[in-house]
């Protein structure tokens, strides 16, 4: 499975986004995907997942309220839209295919990952 993120960019403060990541073939629709992101000089952490069907969705806490994951399995695409963007959100953001069929938050439960799409903040 190849997954390819887009959607980044450069917007200000209360600004949003919203992150698409295309999956090459069907087999990530059965899938639980991911949203993790990383900024410079911290590790890669968990932003948002979504289980295979989309019935269930999981944020972390500095994201709840104010992303939203979804997905729609006949393009074999999931969206993040980021909404009220503060500097903090600045990274470069991940979107994985995960071993399972649920919404997971570990690294480690998903084994496909995209390129990556830069999301900066400005104050």
């Known amino acids: 499975v190849q997954l390819q993120a887009s959607g980044g960019g450069l917007v200000q403060a209360g600004g949003s986004l919203r992150l698409s990541c295309a999956a090459s073939r069907r087999t990530s629709s059965n899938n639980g995907m991911g949203w993790f992101r990383q900024a410079p000089g911290k590790e890669r952490e968990f932003v948002s997942a979504i289980s295979w069907n989309g019935g269930s969705t999981y944020y972390a806490d500095s994201v709840s309220g104010r992303f939203t994951i979804s997905r729609d399995r006949a393009k074999n695409t999931v969206y993040l839209r980021m909404n009220s963007l503060k500097p903090e959100d600045t990274a470069v953001y991940y979107c994985?295919?995960?071993?399972?069929?649920?919404?997971?938050?570990?690294?480690?439960?998903?084994?496909?990952w995209g390129q990556g799409t830069l999301v900066t903040v400005s104050s």
């Open positions: 994985a295919a995960g071993r399972y069929s649920s919404a997971r938050s570990e690294l480690s439960d998903y084994q496909y």
